[in-house]
């Protein structure tokens, strides 16, 4: 089974530009994250999609970050305009959880090689 | 609040040692999950062990093993004859309450030298 794809994996800009990143997770799973990890640091959770919805955002910094998951599979998260402080490796997971309330059924989460961004 | 903390920034060790990584949790919620997961050069974060509250019993697999204590707050992951492939950076990871989202740790890294 094919894993949870990104690209592209290394990616360097001057701020104030924008990025875009994409990610194809394994076939089949309803429930997509978007986190980023500093360096030295745990990934955060940016947002988490099930299907083509937002489960949670709280975490994603509106006022430059985006993200959509059109047609519930691909996902593309964007940076605009990008700032040095947005440096870090940005990873997508996906995973079979599904439903809610009573029909909530959680499943662990794969993880993608992630894109190593690079602000100057 | 929910945290996991790692105190162990960094530990090297000698092929064939034991190694135990320390995972310290709080959350006040009573059913949670906790996991670790490796992160190898590649960058990739491989999943290795889910464990619900209610379980608290230890468990083996291969050279690798997990002591959950609910009384300490604590699950700590040991690699038993480490080898150079294990050299990585550890994390543990918390989920609880009606959430998906995993609280991760700040990792520890492990090398393993030959």
């Known amino acids: 089974e094919a894993g949870v794809a990104q690209s592209p994996r290394y990616k360097i800009i001057e701020k104030r530009q924008s990025v875009a990143f994409w990610c194809n997770p394994i076939?089949?799973?309803?429930?997509l994250y978007w986190y980023q990890q500093i360096l030295g640091q745990g990934p955060k959770l940016l947002i988490q999609?099930?299907?083509?919805?937002?489960v949670d955002d709280s975490q994603l910094p509106k006022d430059r970050f985006s993200a959509e998951r059109l047609k519930g599979v691909d996902s593309t998260l964007k940076i605009q305009p990008a700032k040095l402080e947005d440096s870090a490796v940005y990873l997508c997971?996906?995973?079979?959880?599904w439903g809610q309330g009573s029909s909530y059924s959680y499943n662990e989460q794969f993880f993608g090689p992630g894109t190593r961004l690079t602000v100057l | 609040a929910q945290k996991v903390t790692q105190a162990q920034t960094e530990i090297s060790v000698v092929e064939k040692e034991d190694v135990t990584l320390d995972c310290v949790y709080e959350?006040?919620?009573?059913?949670?999950?906790l996991f670790w997961y490796k992160q190898p050069p590649s960058g990739e974060l491989v999943f290795l062990i889910r464990?619900?509250?209610?379980?608290?019993q230890n468990e083996i697999s291969g050279r690798y093993s997990w002591n959950f204590q609910k009384s300490t707050s604590s699950f700590n992951f040991t690699i038993t004859a480490s080898q150079v492939v294990d050299s990585a950076v550890y994390f543990c990871?918390?989920?609880?309450?009606?959430?998906?989202?995993?609280?991760f740790g700040t990792g520890t890294r492990l090398q393993v030298f030959p």
């Open positions: 997971a996906s995973s079979s959880t």
């Open positions: 464990r619900n509250s209610f379980d608290e």
């Open positions: 999609f099930q299907n083509n919805g937002v």
């Open positions: 076939s089949g799973h309803a429930t």
């Open positions: 959350t006040r919620d009573t059913t949670y999950y």
């Open positions: 990871a918390l989920r609880s309450g009606n959430t998906d989202k995993l609280i």
